[in-house]
T-cell receptor, first 113, second 116 residues
């Protein structure tokens, strides 16, 4: 069963637009962790944020913000005033008990200048 | 800075060959992982290791084996390469997670393997 769903396969936005990348996860565990990674064209995945299941506070880091809602099992990622350098594939991931991570299929974001 | 290096960025092998993909990390991480990345399928875990000589199967271990003789090195072995193993292979490492905290993974640049 798919544990992490990123329904948006590809998104294109014009520079300076805001964009939200959706992530829905599935788990019965009460303790779990959610992550977002960025994979730029160079190929190396870069860690963006971690959230544990007990911390539902939203997070803002510069132009990036994350909205964690346990009620809807979602952990969405918003980029404000997008820039060309934001063009990448973004992955949402879930870690339950144990050391295995479950990744979504990724959302490819293209920011058009 | 954590560094995860992979032995090759691009590799071309023939069907039936034995293929070794090497991964080295320099931050004394306990956990190491091998994924393959295919379009539309995201990252799928092949194997992971939480200690030297320890390994656990991931979601798609068939056709692969691994070796971890030293803490810093984790090798992925394709015993007899087949065309359906053409893919991008990503190695990752992390500290051992526990309690109410989970460490993130650090990824290498990937090896694009083509089996002809």
């Amino acid at each position: 069963a798919q544990k992490v769903t990123q329904a948006q396969t590809e998104i294109s936005v014009v520079e300076k637009e805001d964009v939200t990348l959706d992530c829905v996860y599935e788990t019965r565990d009460t303790t779990y962790y959610l992550f977002w990674y960025k994979q730029p064209p160079s190929g190396e995945l870069v860690f963006l944020i971690r959230r544990n299941s007990f911390d539902e506070q939203n997070e803002i880091s510069g132009r990036y913000s994350w909205n964690f809602q346990k009620s809807t099992s979602s952990f969405n990622f918003t980029i404000t005033a997008s820039q060309v350098v934001d063009s990448a594939v973004y992955f949402c991931a879930l870690r339950k008990t144990g050391n295995q991570f479950y990744f979504g299929t990724g959302t490819s974001l293209t920011v058009i200048p | 800075d954590v560094k995860v290096t992979q032995s090759s960025r691009y590799l071309v092998k023939r069907t039936g060959e034995k293929v070794f993909l090497e991964c080295v990390q320099d931050m004394d991480h306990e956990n190491m992982f091998w994924y393959r990345q295919d379009p539309g399928l995201g990252l799928r875990l092949i194997y992971f290791s939480y200690d030297v000589k320890m390994k656990e199967k991931g979601d798609i271990p068939e056709g692969y084996s691994v070796s971890r003789e030293k803490k810093e090195r984790f090798s992925l072995i394709l015993e007899s390469a087949s065309t359906n193993q053409t893919s991008m292979y990503l190695c990752a490492s992390s500290l051992l997670s526990g309690g109410d905290f989970s460490y993130e993974q650090y990824f290498g640049p990937g090896t694009r393997l083509t089996v002809t």
